[in-house]
């Protein structure tokens, strides 16, 4: 694509080709977000510049999502009940990895009952609020939401305070998740020690394990288990609609049952 237009305006340089061809290769863009090194200008009259309007679009994969099966075995090959429990969380919930790191300790909200925390959400949740925080996490959404939370999830998260409590340093810390093992012991936990752990927990569990593949298995599920779009779309923190149709994962199985169970039907009427 990038050969057809050069060559397109080097024949307009040698008269070959109307400069009203040319003029439609590209069209004004605004740049609201700067590279790094950019200078815009004093008064910001070089954020405006000529972008390609012919784009190759190239097919992308479809994100990837567990097995009911690969995600149970995912638990008990972490290390740790700070890691085992970040892996429950965002495959239970479905929460992003920055809405994961950036959690607080009072957005835990673990009670069958949270009134004596000023709450009127009944049962054992979590909040996802977009704040700004030391470890740079930040929710995607601007609109704060709640999300249930199993007994299960509980139990995994008391195990996970247990073994903090051993951490002195990390006493003084609000976030959720801290670092445990490696320095600076007890600061919040960021990205790239987030990266590191699913890395290494993929590489023992031989398949991609990565927080959107927890995510999309979590909305994967919902949506498998006759949970309304709707509901799912809230629980994930979504505006659009439209945003929900990345998460509609049709296995092989799914489609031999479709076709399938139409010819049944077929075969019924005949």
Not at 7 to 36: C, D, I, N, Y
Not at 113 to 119: E, F, K, R, W
Not at 160 to 173: M, S, T, V
Request: charged share 25%; proline share 5%.
């Amino acid at each position: 694509m990038t050969t057809v237009c050069e060559f397109l305006r080097f024949g307009a340089r040698h008269g070959w080709v109307g400069p009203e061809v040319v003029a439609r290769l590209s069209q004004p863009k605004f740049l609201t977000h700067l590279p790094p090194g950019y200078n815009a200008g004093e008064d910001g009259q070089f954020r405006t510049v000529r972008a390609k309007s012919i784009k190759f679009v190239v097919a992308e994969d479809g994100v990837e999502w567990l097995s009911a099966e690969q995600f149970e075995r995912l638990l008990p090959l972490t290390r740790n009940a700070r890691d085992r429990f970040m892996v429950a969380l965002i495959g239970c919930t479905g929460m992003r990895i920055g809405e994961t790191l950036g959690l607080r300790r009072e957005d835990m909200h673990l009670l069958s009952n949270s009134a004596v925390l000023g709450c009127r959400v009944t049962g054992p949740h979590v909040h996802v609020r977009r704040r700004a925080n030391a470890n740079g996490a930040l929710a995607k959404s601007r609109f704060p939401r709640s999300i249930p939370v199993s007994t299960e999830l509980v139990e995994l998260y008391a195990d996970y305070c247990h073994e903090r409590d051993r951490i002195p340093e990390a006493a003084g810390c609000d976030m959720v998740f801290v670092n445990m093992f490696r320095a600076p012991l007890g600061s919040p936990v960021g990205y790239h020690n987030a990266k590191d752990m699913f890395d290494r927990l993929a590489r023992r569990a031989g398949f991609a394990v990565r927080p959107h593949v927890l995510r999309h298995t979590a909305a994967t599920r919902w949506v498998r288990s006759g949970v309304a779009r709707d509901v799912v779309q809230s629980l994930l923190g979504h505006v659009s609609p439209s945003s929900m149709d990345p998460y509609i994962h049709a296995t092989d199985q799914d489609k031999r049952e479709a076709v399938e169970r139409v010819a049944a039907a077929r075969d019924g009427r005949s």
